[in-house]
């Protein structure tokens, strides 16, 4: 492990965006060594759950990445910084790191969520742009003047999650992020690479990933978990719209209690169909 030196705040031009935080001197984490089959118990016969290949997913990966790169297309990524977008992020930060990386900031986040993506982004030198919602808190309320989640969290989320990503969209050929398959209805339909709103090509590296997958790399790298993970919080999103996931339920269940709703937004439009 090396030490980063601290990061210095960039005006990148976009829409609604505070800034990219690039990384000065050394990543701490040494995320361009390969895998280290040893690392974990649970990748090796006999130990917790038995092995798990991911040499063979990781690196098509690596080649999906330098084939876009060589194609000259303009790539970024989003994360919500959840224990499922670990992974990604890791991946990126080892065979990407130039990629960008967008932070919708709602301002309803957990205050775990935020010191958990500002302790990933000094372990792996991330390259994070925040982006926030084109219209005022103030204006985001219903006629009897209630915050929208109450009332309309559908428009809540286009607010201040569709809409300030719609720029991003607009400037960039490629979209990277980490939906997976097992996750929900919604994105088992969905395809590795895809047509997304404006245009933009979808790429979801991690649809095939299972979570045992998800955990293996995770325990591999020696990498963290969301601080709110082991309190049941199994996909944590905005604080007013998250609960904790009941027994044998599926991991976004917690998301929109109550609601048909299951996504915000981000991840609807697509074509379905791709490589």
């Known amino acids: 492990m090396g030490g980063a030196t601290g990061t210095e705040a960039r005006d990148i031009g ?6 990219v935080r690039v990384p000065i001197g050394k990543p701490t984490c040494e995320a361009n060594k390969s895998m280290d ?5 649970a990748a090796q016969p006999g130990g917790l759950f038995g092995p798990v290949d991911l040499d063979g997913p990781v690196q098509r990966i690596e080649a999906e990445l330098a084939a876009y790169r060589q194609r000259g297309l303009r ?3 989003s994360s919500s910084f959840q224990t499922n977008s670990v992974v990604l992020l890791h991946l990126l930060s080892r065979f990407a790191p130039e990629v960008p990386i967008c932070f ?9 969520t935020l010191d958990f993506r500002r302790s990933l982004e000094r372990r792996l030198g991330l390259r994070i742009v925040e982006l926030f919602s084109p219209v005022e808190r103030g204006q985001q309320r219903d006629a009897a003047g209630r915050l929208l989640f109450t009332s309309d969290p559908d428009h809540c989320c286009h607010l201040n999650k569709v809409l300030p990503l719609e720029p991003v969209l607009a400037s960039h050929d490629l979209w990277i ?4 398959a097992a996750q929900s209805e919604t994105r088992a339909a969905m395809a590795r690479e895809e047509r997304g709103r404006m245009g933009i090509l979808r790429y979801h590296p991690l649809l095939d990933w299972s979570s045992r997958m998800v ?11 969301h601080p709110l993970e082991d309190q049941g919080y199994h996909s944590v999103g905005c604080r007013p719209c998250t609960r904790k996931v009941g027994e044998g339920l599926d991991d976004r269940s ?5 609601l048909k709703k ?7 439009g697509g074509t379905g169909s791709g490589s």
């Not at 976009?14 to 800034?19: D, F, H, S």
């Open 254 to 258: 917690g998301r929109w209690t109550g």
């Open 75 to 77: 790539m970024f990524a």
């Open 14 to 19: 976009w829409p609604g965006a505070r800034g």
């Open 215 to 225: 955990w293996t790399y995770l325990q591999r790298h020696d990498l963290p978990s």
């Open 104 to 112: 919708l900031n709602t301002g309803f986040h957990f205050p775990e």
């Open 177 to 180: 992020n980490g939906v997976r």
């Open 262 to 268: 299951t996504e915000c937004g981000l991840h609807l």
């Open 37 to 41: 089959s040893s690392a974990s118990p």
